[in-house]
């Protein structure tokens, strides 16, 4: 199956009750499957009249306890950080989807990993996170949808999938593997109606004093937690290597490409890939850090989780980087040129 639409069918799975979006490109395969398997499901489907729309019928549906998603691609994304903020703010959980394309503005439709720090920095007012997966393969982004929904109502917040244009558009063989969820606590929150226990109130409006700020503790709290248990990165010929190139999504693709031709020329090259992107894998990177001698990082953008590396490693080890905004997308040899620009040559280069 084509990424949008693996994603879509494994949300399904995952239990999602209501979805809700807008069209735009190049994510418009997951709304069209959508409109036909969600009513076969019995759940409910909109195609709201705007994305600012959609996200807050994510927010109406999630405060009734239902799992709710909507997904979009870039500019949609931006319409949609004030009801993200929102939704944060009142401790709602959801699952979003950004099949991300090049920017600013409207850009065009080819793929990009522009939008990082807007997924991973919260992206609208206030203090707040959201937890971002950046998953690198369909079968990767199909798993990724149930534990997106269990993180999601274990938390209460929003959960961001950080795909692009081609993990959304490309085909791939998959197994759909319907995983136990999570111990989970129970929706005691949610707005079901008091006639039998207590009213709840869902909000995000802390007017008397001191109590917003007690709110942000209670949340930044939660954050840390969330920073302790829930990192997820894959590392790959690290032991013994003078150089690691970072990169997520379809780019660590690219980067593993290319880190396996540099062993066959003799180069001592590893690999690091956050799958998480927040939690950001910071002490795996550190740790790393300490036994090399030079950190890469490819990003299909100018430069944004470089950001994340060197507050990682802190200065022990030079970070350098490669990227190409708008849509453009390294090669394997580029990026193979660019590790080896930044190599000592061994003995066997040089023969």
Known sequence: MCGNEALAEAAIIAGVDAYFGYPITPQNEISAYMSRRMPEEGRVFVQSESELAAINMVFG??????????????????????????????????????????????????????????????????????????????????????????????????VVVLADGILGQMMEPIVFNKKPRRSLPPKDWALTGAKERPQNIVRSLWLPEGSLE?????????????????????????????????????????????????????????????????PFPSEQIAKAADELRILLVVEMSLGQMIEDVKLAVAGKVPVVFYGRPGGGVPTVDQTLQRIKQFTIPTKRQEE
Not at 94 to 112: D, F
Not at 227 to 236: F, I, R
Not at 249 to 271: C, D, F, L, Q
């Open 214 to 278: 007690k709110h942000n503790y209670k949340l930044q709290a939660k954050y840390e937690q969330i920073q302790k248990d829930e990192v997820l990165c894959e590392q790959y010929e690290v032991d013994d290597a003078e150089i690691v190139v970072i990169a997520y999504g379809v780019a660590a693709r690219i980067v593993r490409s290319a880190v396996n031709k540099a062993r066959k020329e003799g180069i001592k090259a590893g690999w690091i890939r956050p799958i998480t992107l927040w």
């Open 61 to 158: 549906a999630s405060a009734t306890g239902k799992r709710a998603m909507t997904t979009s691609s870039s500019p949609g994304i931006s319409l949609m950080q004030e009801g993200i903020s929102y939704l944060a703010g009142a401790e709602l959980p959801s699952v979003i989807v950004n099949v991300m394309r090049g920017g600013p503005g409207l850009g065009n439709i080819a793929p990009s990993q522009g939008d990082y720090f807007q997924a991973t920095r919260g992206g609208g007012h206030g203090d707040y996170r959201t937890i971002v997966f950046g998953p690198s393969t369909v079968q990767e982004l199909v798993d990724c949808m149930s534990l997106a929904f269990d993180l999601a109502d274990q938390y209460r917040m929003s």
